[in-house]
């Protein structure tokens, strides 16, 4: 098991298995986040996703989640 210092609890624990995005965050998260913080984002994110309403095709709305999710996980903004 891959562990991780998690950038959100801060605990070393369990790392993803694999990036959970494409591209540079996804990179970030896999390098910084445990498995456990990712599980508790996933289930708050489709609360971001609808009461922004959120369409993740567009680039400007997924650029504003992707500014939640770096909030969420304690990440530097890019």
């Known amino acids: 098991m891959a562990e991780v ?16 995005i494409r591209g540079k965050i996804g990179q ?4 910084s986040v445990c498995q456990a913080c990712w599980e508790e984002w996933a289930a708050g ?3 971001i996703i609808n009461e922004y309403r959120l369409n993740l ?3 400007e ?8 999710m770096r909030e969420f996980f304690k990440l530097t903004k890019s």
């Open 28 to 31: 970030e998260i896999y390098q």
């Open 45 to 47: 994110e489709i609360m």
């Open 57 to 59: 095709a567009d680039p």
């Open 61 to 68: 709305h997924r650029k504003a989640l992707y500014d939640h």
């Open 5 to 20: 210092t998690c950038s959100r609890c801060g605990q070393t624990a369990e790392r993803l298995v694999k990036p959970p």
